[in-house]
Nanobody, 123 residues
């Protein structure tokens, strides 16, 4: 049973930082693309960052490049998202997900994700 649980959200002022964590279970952690996406009220889901298992690369949305850093702890089966220099436009519910159908890449969308964590950035 695939499970992902995000945590670490909160309310911060612009320029602040947050670190999101995602606990996972039920799948081979090192074999599938895993990452984060977000959804703000009234907006479509947006891929934020992903770790490709096929080649070990990480990808970021242009909107977060240079500010967010994704990492993983394979032993703990955890994924993290360090978010610095937060902006009001980063306000959204953040989800961690896994791309079970992507052959280890981040080229498809997430097949499974858990409850998200709310991030609110005030100006």
């Amino acid at each position: 049973d695939v499970q992902l649980q995000a945590s670490g959200g909160g309310s911060v002022q612009a320029g602040g930082s947050l670190r999101l964590s995602c606990a996972t279970s039920g799948f081979s952690f090192e074999d599938f693309g895993i990452g984060w996406f977000r959804q703000a009220p009234g907006k479509e889901r947006e891929g934020v960052s992903c770790i490709s298992r096929s080649d070990g690369t990480t990808t970021y949305a242009d909107s977060v490049k240079g500010r967010f850093t994704i990492s993983s702890d394979n032993a703990k089966k955890m994924v993290y998202l360090q978010m610095n220099s937060l902006k009001p436009e980063d306000t959204a519910v953040y989800y961690c997900g896994v791309q079970l159908g992507g052959w280890g890449t981040c080229n498809s969308w997430y097949d499974s994700w858990g409850q998200g964590t709310q991030v609110t950035v005030s100006s």
